[in-house]
């Protein structure tokens, strides 16, 4: 293994370092493992909580600012926050309207945010949940019943998070979030495995000439495993799976998010975007709106996953909203 640490132990406390370090917009407490914007909460407005298994960078902590999420917390390495994690940054962020949870389907996850919600209950802020399980590769998996929460996670944190600071109510908030999950899908194919610091090797095996066709985002097995092939017939698939489970009608806007997940190059993920493109467009699908890089990684795993939403107006109005944060900014 090589990578870039001071030990395995330290890990995740100096990232957490180097992010504060980076990024004086954010309050970072290292100790607790809590992000959250630097600003005190608006009064009124709703709070955004989201978190997960760090290794997934930018997610969760890059989206913590204006337009999308309030705080974050990250676990360790693909490991969910603990529930008085969660409650810490739940009461940093409330300001009397009530707190959102974006919830990846992961079942530490669910059942970690469940208990948070729970104290927080306890201590008079109301919590909605909204759960991300937008892969269709797989029903069930390693560490989820029914399907996973991946790519489609960044669009309800955008979404949502424009919603609240537009000054909507929680009800409201939770609501546009799970529609934005309900209309996407997302699917994922593997290069290779991933390393993490503490393992110290890969996670699993994969020959040269083999992809992992359905991988999660954090090594899971997906459908099959089978020799690699061109790009255009793996971006077929994954449309087709995709397109079959959530069909968009010709004449349909689709906003698309292609993602690295983490070790494969720019150029690479421009050619899936083209293909993608191109194949949407025989359908009579237009792209509407568009993201290409890494947004929701698997630490060193070369990947690609796509993910497509149909959006209608409002979806589309707030998608637009200003948003400014570490790993997402525009019209600010």
Known sequence: MKKFLNSAETFIPDVLAGLAAGHPELQVDVGQRVIRRAEPPRPGKVGLVSGGGSGHEPLHGGFVGEGMLDAACPGEVFTSPVPDQILAAT???????????????????????????DLAGDD??????????????????????????????????????????????AAAVAAIGRRVNDTSRSFAVALTPCTTPAAG???????????????????????????????????????????????????????????????????ELYLVFGEVAAALEVRGIRIARN???????????????????APDDELIRLWDAPVRTPALRWGV
């Open 291 to 309: 993201l290409v890089g890494n947004y929701v990684t698997s630490l060193d795993m070369a990947g690609v996953s796509i993910t497509v939403c």
């Open 201 to 267: 090797k890969p996670g699993f095996e994969l020959p040269d000439d083999e992809i992992e066709i359905g991988v999660g985002i954090h090594g899971e097995p997906g459908r099959r495993r089978e020799k690699l092939r061109p790009a255009r017939e793996i971006v077929a698939e994954a449309l087709g799976v995709i397109l079959d489970d959530r069909p968009i009608d010709p004449g349909e806007r689709a906003i698309v998010l292609v993602n690295g997940m983490g070790a494969t190059p720019l150029s």
């Open 91 to 117: 009461k940093a962020v409330d300001a009397g309207a009530g707190v959102v949870f974006i919830v990846k389907n992961y079942t530490g996850d669910v059942l970690n945010f469940e208990m948070a919600a």
């Open 124 to 169: 008079g802020i109301a919590v909605e949940t909204v759960l991300v399980n937008d892969d269709v590769a797989v029903e069930d998996s390693t560490w989820t019943a029914g399907r996973r929460g991946t790519g489609a996670t960044v669009l309800v944190e955008k979404i949502a998070g424009a919603l609240a600071e537009q000054g909507a109510d």
